[in-house]
């Protein structure tokens, strides 16, 4: 099946700090990728979905400025936290869609849990 | 607004016995339905879809019903293993938004062997 690569898979860093998150797709060319947060006992929500060559749709509610997301090329997407806090203290999960027909299923990365000491 | 619902947060069942889990969605512009598992510190990993055409699509173990009168969907597993155990999301999209999908919160399955 198709796999949807995420690194790290863990980070720690300091309040400040910026972190960079990879997600890529291995085996086909991901045309839409999705950044999803994820907070302890809650569902996934929705962060922004990216395009590639494009800049990405945020929902309402996320600082665009804040996370930051490069869809360079159709195998790769980025997420970059600037200035952590501890409140970005989370659980992020991208996925990605790799046919552009209907009726995908979306493929998940294995995620990375960021923690803001 | 949550637009898919899963009720149930837990659920437990014995080994070999019958899981079933519940999924209800208010958009009636959904047209495309997913359950995905996810172990803990994963991403989720998809298990079965089944598109608006159909009222029910089987895998193995695992068979997803629909049922658009009462937006309401379901999840099969039988028999249940104790590797089922995990947390099952629920997912739904429709034609049109881009691929945007919208999940539930989440089953916790337990299966006791």
């Known amino acids: 099946g198709a796999v949807v690569s995420q690194h790290p898979s863990r980070v720690i860093c300091k309040s400040g700090t910026s972190v960079k998150i990879e997600c890529r797709s291995l085996?086909?060319?991901?045309?839409?990728m999705f950044w999803y947060r994820q907070f302890p006992k809650q569902s996934l929500m929705l962060m922004a979905t990216?395009?590639?060559?494009?800049?990405?749709?945020?929902e309402q509610g996320v600082e665009k400025d804040k996370f930051l997301i490069n869809h360079a090329s159709l195998t790769l997407s980025t997420l970059t936290v600037t200035s952590a806090h501890p409140e970005d203290s989370s659980f992020y999960i991208c996925?990605?869609?790799?046919?552009?027909?209907?009726?995908?299923?979306?493929?998940f990365g294995n995620g990375t849990r960021l923690t803001v000491t | 607004d949550q637009q898919v619902k899963q009720n149930s947060p837990s659920l437990s069942v014995q080994e070999g016995r019958i899981s079933i889990l519940n999924c209800d969605y208010t958009?009636?512009?959904?047209?495309?339905f997913l359950w995905y598992k996810k172990y803990p510190a994963e991403g989720p990993t998809f298990l079965i879809s089944?598109?608006?055409?159909?009222d029910k699509n089987e895998d193995g173990r695992f068979t997803v019903f629909l049922n658009k009168s009462a937006k309401h969907l379901s999840l099969h597993i039988v028999p249940s293993q104790p590797g089922d155990s995990a947390v099952y999301f629920c997912?739904?999209?429709?034609?049109?938004?881009?691929?945007?999908?919208?999940f539930g919160t989440g089953t916790s399955l337990t299966v006791i062997p």
């Open positions: 996925s990605a869609v790799g046919e552009t027909g209907y009726n995908s299923p979306l493929h």
């Open positions: 085996d086909f060319q991901a045309t839409t």
């Open positions: 990216s395009n590639e060559g494009s800049k990405a749709t945020y």
């Open positions: 958009n009636s512009m959904f047209d495309y």
């Open positions: 089944i598109s608006s055409i159909k």
């Open positions: 997912a739904a999209s429709a034609r049109g938004t881009g691929n945007q999908f919208y």
